[in-house]
């Protein structure tokens, strides 16, 4: 579950006490996703990067992470139509979440 104020604050995700020793590294996967992400697009390889988008689909809700799920879709979709410009956006807003997100456990 996800909640914000819209007041500047952090965003909370609230994560199932048994996730609580892995979403860390997740969250730190993500990290390197956007780095990987950015050589890619530099090597204009969208194919990959259409794999990876997908692969952040997929794992994203599993961790509670809903929002990293509608990115990864936003990245696959654009890799899809060689957006770069896209991609860039969504790895600005990944990076911008990551920023913003606290997580609790319980």
Do not use: C, W
Not at 6 to 17: E, L, M, R, S, V
Not at 60 to 86: M, V, W
């Amino acid at each position: 579950m996800t909640t914000n104020d819209n007041t500047g604050k952090k965003t909370i995700i609230h994560a199932d006490i048994d996730l609580e020793d892995l979403i860390p590294g997740f969250l730190a996967n993500r990290r390197k996703d956007i780095i990987e992400i950015g050589k890619m697009l530099l090597a204009n390889d969208q194919g990959s990067i259409e794999s990876l988008g997908h692969a952040m689909k997929g794992s994203g809700g599993g961790y509670g992470f809903d929002e990293i799920t509608s990115i990864g879709l936003r990245i696959e979709q654009a890799a899809k139509k060689q957006n770069p410009a896209e991609i860039s956006r969504q790895l600005e807003a990944l990076s911008n979440y990551l920023d913003n997100i606290e997580v609790t456990y319980g």
